[in-house]
């Protein structure tokens, strides 16, 4: 057996122990999405969350700030594509499975976009990009940060997602938003700005 595949199995015995650990929560939450208001609710989040929401205001940021906004943008969307391929490849090498495949008795409330549930790339994103419009127009902290959390919660109710998932995708989203503000304080494209 070649090292990748020992790691693999590795993985999937660790993610099994988990999954059973969480599931009564993940039985709890995803109960919820049998109320019709709830679940319809919350696959609007995650819709939005694919991106509509975030694509929206990126288009606004520029009206909202201006040519600075243009230049954060910039920035915004390095990082967003710097996240999408770490969680992709995250996700095809932890191979975790989702609670609806798993368990029978966990509904999926919509449809998944992949296979695999670890980590959460809708909340890696949503907290990377709610950090990142935050820094680049704060008083968009009062709809980013709600939407993040909403985000996250609506991963787990509908199925897709264990909470260490989203946990460990929130965790992530913050670490690359964080560096790469520390990496670059004023922006990855502050020179174009004069």
């Not at 191979?95 to 549930?117: C, N, Q």
């Not at 419009?133 to 902290?141: D, E, I, K, N, V």
């Not at 909403?150 to 965790?171: E, F, K, Q, W």
Request: aromatic share 12%; with cysteine.
């Amino acid at each position: 057996m070649d090292i990748l595949k020992q790691r693999e199995a590795r993985a999937e015995f660790l993610f099994r122990k988990a999954d059973h650990f969480e599931l009564s929560l993940c039985q709890r939450l995803n109960r919820m999405g049998h109320m019709r208001a709830i679940r319809l609710f919350f696959k609007g989040i995650s819709r939005l969350g694919d991106g509509v929401f975030w694509y929206s205001l990126a288009l606004a940021l520029p009206l909202l700030a201006g040519m600075e906004g243009l230049a954060k943008l910039g920035h915004i969307t390095v990082a967003g594509l710097v996240c999408i391929l770490i969680y992709s490849q995250l996700k095809n090498r932890l191979v975790r499975k989702r609670p609806f495949i798993s368990f029978p008795d966990i509904h999926a409330h919509t449809a998944p976009l992949d296979k695999y549930s670890f980590p959460s790339g809708h909340t890696m994103n949503a907290v990377n990009f709610a950090v990142l419009f935050t820094w680049a127009y704060p008083p968009l902290a009062y709809i980013v940060v709600p939407f993040a959390f909403l985000v996250a919660l609506s991963r787990v109710i509908l199925g897709m997602h264990y909470p260490t998932d989203v946990a460990v995708g929130a965790a992530l989203g913050i670490i690359l938003s964080w560096t790469s503000l520390l990496l670059f304080p004023l922006g990855m494209f502050a020179d174009l700005m004069g």
